[in-house]
């Protein structure tokens, strides 16, 4: 049959990106506690396109990720690409998946257990022995206002936020070990199941332990670049965002690390 996508193109335009986009698919992640966590990702994968190709072949996609889509951990994400750049003969390879993590979380006094959603995503590109790779995880916290804790004879305003990590892969590491270290940055972590005295508890240790969205991104970038001391970080960026309570707007900070303008 003929194949027109190997037909040579004369308008002489090369694309950066072409692909297939928004792909719901099921994946399996790696999970710290369970091994292995079934979860559902939105995919996007692309390869660059020379100007004197007509179009690629957007099935090739799906069948490679198909292949890997069973374990496809951060060491396979980028061999998963290195497949399609090959396959496709393409100069460049572009991934990324965004899926929901779940984790079983106690609650400080009861411990009754509950599930906790935490969004995350794999980005990378492929160019023959080059190779970047970004990891992104965002969790929601509790702050609660220092200068309304100091300002007030009683009380002081909370609210929930969002903090979110992006790292550059250098090395593996355990998902749930990046969500904990920020929930410790926080006023107080998220629970989805609290009973009474968790609720006492979580309020009362938040008050003990007021925090800006200011201090929420240093604490973690402190954390993030002591993270690993026999592998560290190279590149990471923390940004905090809070749904204020008593103000019409939101909160913000953001930081970002880079080991080579460091020393």
């Known amino acids: 049959m003929r194949d027109i996508q190997n037909e040579e193109d004369l308008r002489e335009v090369p694309l950066d990106k072409v692909g297939i986009k928004n792909l719901k698919y099921?994946?399996?992640?790696l999970d710290k506690s369970r091994k292995n966590q079934s979860t559902t990702a939105?995919?996007?994968?692309?390869?660059?396109?020379?100007?004197?190709?007509?179009g690629t072949h957007m099935s090739r996609f799906v069948q490679i990720f198909h292949k890997y889509h069973k374990d496809i951990s951060m060491q396979h994400f980028l061999d998963m690409l290195e497949e399609i750049r090959i396959s496709?003969?393409?100069?460049?390879?572009?991934?990324?998946?965004?899926?929901?993590?779940?984790?079983?979380?106690?609650?400080?006094v009861s411990h009754e257990k509950g599930i906790m959603e935490y969004k995350c995503s794999f980005e990378a590109e492929v160019e023959d022995s080059n190779?970047?790779?970004?990891?992104?995880?965002?969790?929601?916290?509790?702050t609660l206002c220092p200068c309304s804790k100091a300002i007030s004879e009683y009380g002081a305003h909370n609210q929930r936020g969002l903090v979110s990590v992006k790292v550059l892969y250098s090395?593996?590491?355990?998902?749930?070990?990046?969500?904990?270290?920020?929930?410790?940055?926080?006023?107080?972590?998220?629970?989805?199941v609290l009973k009474r005295k968790d609720e006492k508890f979580v309020t009362e240790a938040a008050y003990d332990n007021p925090r800006f969205v200011e201090d929420v991104v240093?604490?973690?970038?402190l954390g993030l670049k002591n993270f690993s001391i026999n592998n560290p970080f190279k590149w990471f960026s923390?940004?905090?965002?809070?749904?204020?309570?008593?103000?019409?707007?939101n909160a913000y900070a953001?930081?970002?690390y880079n080991k080579k303008n460091k020393g």
């Open 26 to 29: 099921p994946i399996t992640v």
């Open 42 to 54: 939105s995919v996007d994968l692309y390869v660059n396109l020379p100007h004197n190709f007509k």
């Open 88 to 108: 496709l003969d393409a100069q460049k390879a572009y991934g990324r998946i965004v899926f929901p993590y779940f984790i079983e979380k106690e609650a400080p």
């Open 131 to 142: 190779r970047k790779f970004n990891i992104s995880i965002q969790v929601p916290v509790s």
């Open 171 to 192: 090395d593996f590491f355990w998902i749930e070990d990046v969500i904990k270290l920020v929930e410790n940055c926080a006023s107080s972590p998220l629970y989805s």
């Open 218 to 221: 240093r604490e973690v970038y």
């Open 238 to 249: 923390v940004e905090a965002e809070n749904e204020e309570s008593i103000h019409f707007h």
């Open 254 to 256: 953001y930081a970002e």
